[in-house]
């Protein structure tokens, strides 16, 4: 599976982003896709995951807790991340990554994207 997200840019504080990750390949369904985030000098940090198929069960960071919201569209093989009410510390580069199962850990996935950046300043 191949990822490509987009949707990442500059912001101002309490703005809305949407960032938006294609994938190709087969079985896109069949993995549950997550978006994690990283600043320089810090590791890879969670920030939500959805499960497979109808993406019935998502969960998220709490620093990011009903501020993000995650969706999947399997027929459009789409899995995108609304940002809302965005805070300075949300800055980073954000990645998209498939694997078998969610997870808040990043070695459970198998595939990433090359990550977009967002900004959101003062």
């Known amino acids: 599976v191949q990822l490509v997200e987009s949707g990442g840019g500059l912001a101002q504080a309490g703005e809305s982003l949407r960032l938006s990750c294609a994938a190709s390949g087969r079985a896109f369904s069949a993995y549950a896709m997550a978006w994690f985030r990283q600043t320089p000098g810090k590791e890879r940090e969670f920030v939500a995951a959805?499960?497979?198929?109808?993406?019935?069960?998502?969960s998220y960071a709490e620093s990011v807790e009903g501020r993000f919201t995650i969706s999947r569209d399997n027929a459009e093989e789409t899995v995108l991340l609304q940002m809302n009410n965005l805070k300075i510390e949300d800055t980073a580069v954000y990645y998209c990554a498939a694997g078998p199962l969610p997870a808040r850990d990043s070695r459970r996935y198998t595939f990433w994207g090359q990550g977009t950046q967002v900004t959101v300043s003062s």
């Open positions: 959805v499960t497979s198929r109808s993406g019935a069960t998502k």
